[in-house]
């Protein structure tokens, strides 16, 4: 699939008719703005944007709340762009904690000189995405910074949502002998927004992989042996792996061969010396999961388009500490906590 | 009083020790400083680092969400910091709808360069915010863009909180006859803010009104006459009766020598062409009440230091459009909503 992407600088951007410092001061421009692009996108019973705060009805108990910064660049890549994607992120939040998402609020910091047709087709994709899982934008906030002080747009979402109760997950109910269980290949989604930067003079044509994980932790959640759940994102799979040793007190041992990696993406890596471990998905789950249901989760999701490409890859070993790679040719390495070689605005 | 300010490129803040994009890559970097600058502060028992959502116990129905960005520049002004201010920000806007705040997420986008100690200063600051009101933050999510690409630091604050369902403020059911309340002056937050600039080559001591308003809001609703809150921040009190004139469809009629305004702020708005109606307060509330109760509710703020400045200052007229100040010297002059003159990053 080739995608049509429109640079930033492109000259249809520049045609652009640029967001300007008075849509964010509180009057008229702003409030048409806000009626122009965001509320007519929107719309839904719950959203009053003559109100700054949405009043929602919460039937049962147990609310849970995540929140994420999105700053992603280019705003638009193959596979999604920044309004979808903070979308999906926060929703993915929601849902790795065993929540069905309901409610989301969105920040909107502008960059003077942003184009008013490029934020239209965002809030479009942002309203899309929502509407596709549902879940509804109730309340919001825009500013518009000057021109040099922002980064073309940043959005932030936070969501709220609701969990049955006893389906708490935590990484402290790991036990020796669990099963690691990944949704699909990893790294596709930094590879798709770096071959969109075209900063290393690399071409290509994978798609990010962002997308709600809602479908494969609905799955998950029917398997009483599951522990605790996470989208690999910033920091990509071994971050997440760090995180469950940290909280857990075991080690966790992958399996290089099992861990499923496009072609396109270790060839990436292989070119630019990354470790596609590392590397942020959008659209992926990892589930700790009680060993005998292990092979069960993994049949639930390869029985859905988000779970086609799952795989065991790993397990908790209560005998080493950190992150272990048991490599193909039957040696080891440990995988240490990332630290430099940042992708910043990767999301 | 006179403020010891850090200006954003003063000696002392060139040495501070730089945010860097490794801070916010999602590895050893990062969560160093998650645990070294903001849970250690933040600390709560529903704030769980190692997990990216809350999971949070409302034991009743409504449930009231607001979010907001902000930009303030400076990030230290006479009076309050960004830190604070994004507390009071989203805890006032919770408020000003009734409701009784109880839960923060926070956003953080850092640019690259940006002091560590000057963020930890702030976050201090946030926190000790949040722990006055109180209101926990439970989630959050921080991100460090390319130097040249952010404003130093953004912040985004989303609350949820509680509402007695019984008390659904809104200005649709603001009736004829109805009276305009104001809880102080307005206006001094955007001048303290363009005094701390120094761009006008004006110096002052003003502070800040930046401040939780809920001694106020929670005062006003044992007013069984109370139609609608509201607190005048961006547009100032000008933006605040243009939105009550839309929505419930009748005219505001002000009293021009009846509104609070400090000599400093009228000073530095007759010196720069500005309208005090149109600035920006941070702990100010605009209530609409049946006017038999007005002047109860406004004793009642008087009653309380943050009310000290209370005024009754307008009606709500059924008889014209718009929003019609009456002047001095028995004249009228029509109140425009507010057009250019940006003040960008004023909250």
Request: aromatic share 4%.
């Amino acid at each position: 699939m080739i995608m049509k992407l429109t640079p930033d600088n492109s000259p249809e951007e520049e045609a652009d008719e640029p967001i300007g410092l008075p849509h964010g001061n509180g009057g008229r421009l702003m409030r048409e703005l806000i009626e122009e692009i965001f509320t007519r996108e929107l719309r839904n019973p719950e959203l009053d944007t003559m109100l700054d705060a949405a009043t929602l009805s919460y039937p049962h108990g147990t609310v849970v709340m995540s929140t994420d910064c999105f700053t992603v660049q280019p705003v638009e890549f193959p596979g999604g762009d920044i309004g979808s994607l903070a979308v999906h992120g926060t929703v993915n939040d929601l849902a790795v904690a065993g929540a069905e998402p309901r409610h989301l609020s969105l920040g909107v910091i502008i960059e003077e000189g942003f184009g008013r047709r490029r934020l239209a087709r965002i809030v479009d994709s942002l309203a899309a995405a929502a509407r596709a899982i549902p879940v509804r934008v109730v309340t919001g906030d825009t500013k518009v910074v000057p021109r040099g002080e922002g980064g073309g747009i940043y959005l932030i979402t936070t969501g709220i949502g609701q969990r049955a109760s006893d389906r708490a997950l935590d990484p402290r109910r790991i036990l020796p002998g669990d099963t690691i269980v990944v949704s699909g290949p990893v790294g596709d989604h930094a590879v798709a927004v770096m071959l969109a930067r075209g900063q290393f003079g690399l071409q290509g044509e994978l798609l990010s992989d962002a997308a709600s994980v809602l479908p494969l932790t609905r799955a998950a959640l029917a398997f009483p042996g599951l522990r605790f759940m996470r989208d690999p994102t910033r920091g990509g799979l071994a971050t997440v792996m760090h995180d469950i040793v940290r909280a857990c007190g075991h080690g966790v041992r992958l399996r290089t061969d099992d861990i499923p990696v496009r072609p396109a993406v270790r060839t990436v890596c292989d070119l630019l010396g990354y470790d596609p471990l590392y590397l942020a998905c959008e659209g992926r789950v990892v589930a700790i999961v009680e060993s005998t249901q292990a092979e069960a989760l993994c049949a639930a999701w390869h029985a859905l388009p988000e779970g086609a490409g799952a795989a065991i890859i790993g397990t908790i070993n209560a005998d080493e500490d950190g992150v272990t790679l048991e490599t193909a040719l039957g040696g080891e390495r440990i995988i240490e906590e990332l630290e430099d070689d940042p992708l910043p605005r990767i999301c």
